[in-house]
């Protein structure tokens, strides 16, 4: 059964420097902050499929919508939403991203990444290689933004998690 998981902001820069990358400093957590971690992770790590909806945020502050799949570990699809017929897809340790319009495709290593940080074999949100840049509290949901260490320029992933412990799949994203 898919779960939907809620990527509120994915930022993609395909190697161009986004105003987010200003925005990477590690923040110092709580011990409330350090449990929410753990509890994302364990949701995460139990999940073999997912199914969400994303927004993509670029560099210029545009946006874009679509449909994501993730099968744990290493694949992930993103469909966005129409007029765009871009396709980006994941899958053995490479991020591949189509344009038709142009008729070009870039291949970018999964591990330089945001997505790898939750194809991963393993999630770890706290690893040497991932920065907590943020969790704010919204009324029913909580976000936390991360970044690879030393590859900030190719963006930032916003998880969005439901405060209410009850539901263990989040019901809508963002």
């Known amino acids: 059964m898919n779960r939907r ?11 161009l420097a986004t105003p987010a990358v200003a925005q990477t400093n590690p923040m110092q957590l709580s011990a409330a902050d350090q449990s929410l971690i753990s509890q994302v992770q364990d ?5 073999k499929g997912l199914a969400a909806n994303f927004l ?8 874009r919508t679509g449909k994501a799949w993730l099968q744990r570990p290493g694949r992930m699809r993103f469909e966005y939403d129409p ?4 396709l980006l897809v994941a899958g053995y340790g490479v ?10 495709t870039t291949y970018i290593p999964l591990g330089s990444t945001p997505l790898g940080i939750l194809l991963a074999n393993h999630v770890d949100l706290t690893s040497a290689d991932v920065t907590v840049t943020a969790i704010d509290r919204e009324p029913g949901e909580y976000d936390i933004t991360l970044v690879r260490k030393n590859k900030v320029a190719q963006g930032t992933l916003t998880l969005v998690y439901p405060q209410d ?4 799949s989040p019901a ?3």
Do not use: C, I
């Open 5 to 15: 998981l809620m990527l509120a902001a994915l930022l993609l820069g395909f190697g």
């Open 43 to 47: 949701y995460l790590n139990d999940q």
């Open 56 to 63: 993509q945020v670029a560099w210029d502050g545009s946006t």
């Open 83 to 86: 007029p765009d017929p871009e």
């Open 95 to 104: 991020l591949v991203y189509h344009d038709p319009a142009l008729n070009q």
């Open 165 to 168: 412990d009850r539901r263990r």
């Open 172 to 174: 809508r994203s963002k």
